[in-house]
C-alpha cells in the first residue's frame, strides 16, 4: 500500500473511531433503536468513503458529519412509516368480491407469462423488477455483461407487451412497484 493510501486509511480510521459513538447518539435520538442509529452511521461511513474524493467539505467533520446522518435518519424514518403504511393496507381484510377473485385469476397470469420467458431472461427480469436490483449488480452476480442484461430486459418487456392484455400489464407493473416498496 503506497503511503497516501495508507494515510488515508488511517485519517478515516481516525475518524470513525474518533465521531461514531457521538454520531450514534444522534441517530439514535431520532430513531430510537439502538441497531438502527449504528447501521445509518455505518453507512454514512461507507458512503463518505467512496466519495470521499468527490466531496468538499467546507465546515469541519464534525459538522458535516451530524448534518448527514441526522438527514440520513429521517430518511430512514421517512422510509419506515412508507413501509408499515404499504403493509397496512395490504393486510387489510379481504373480503369475496369479484375484484379479488380477478385479483387472483391476475396474478396466475402474470405468473404464466413469467414461465413463458426462458430461465435466464426470467431470472434477469425478476431480479431486476421484483428484488430492484440494477443493471450493474445483475451483471456482476450473474457474470454476464451489462449489455447482456439490458439486452434480456427489452426482449422480456417486448414479450410482456406482445402476450399481456394492456390491464394485466398494468396490475403486473403495479404490483412490482409495491413489492419493490416493501422490499427497500
Known amino acids: 500500500m ?12 481516525k475518524l470513525f473511531k474518533e465521531h461514531f459513538p457521538m454520531l450514534c447518539l ?17 453507512n454514512f461511513y461507507l458512503s463518505f468513503w467512496q466519495r470521499k474524493a468527490s466531496i468538499s467539505i467546507t465546515i469541519s467533520f464534525k459538522a458535516y458529519a451530524i448534518g448527514a446522518v441526522k438527514n440520513l435518519s429521517l430518511q430512514s424514518l421517512d422510509k419506515a412509516k412508507k413501509e408499515k ?34 430461465e435466464s431472461r426470467k431470472q434477469i427480469f425478476i431480479s431486476a423488477i421484483i428484488n430492484g436490483q440494477s443493471y450493474a449488480e445483475i451483471a456482476e452476480t450473474q457474470g454476464i455483461s451489462i449489455n447482456t442484461v ?13 402476450e399481456a392484455t394492456e390491464n394485466l400489464l398494468h396490475i ?13
Open 2 to 13: 503506497t503511503k497516501t493510501k495508507k494515510n488515508c486509511t488511517q485519517e478515516m480510521e
Open 26 to 42: 444522534v441517530a439514535f435520538g431520532i430513531v430510537k433503536n439502538r441497531d438502527a442509529a449504528k447501521d445509518i452511521v455505518q
Open 85 to 118: 403504511s404499504l403493509l397496512q393496507s395490504l393486510n387489510s381484510p379481504k373480503y369475496e368480491d369479484p375484484e379479488d377473485i380477478a385479483s387472483s385469476n391476475t396474478n396466475g397470469k402474470i405468473q404464466a407469462l413469467l414461465n413463458e420467458l426462458p
Open 150 to 162: 439490458k439486452t434480456q430486459m427489452k426482449r422480456a418487456y417486448a414479450f410482456l407487451r406482445s
Open 172 to 184: 403486473f407493473i403495479c404490483t412490482a412497484f409495491i413489492s419493490l416498496l416493501i422490499t427497500k
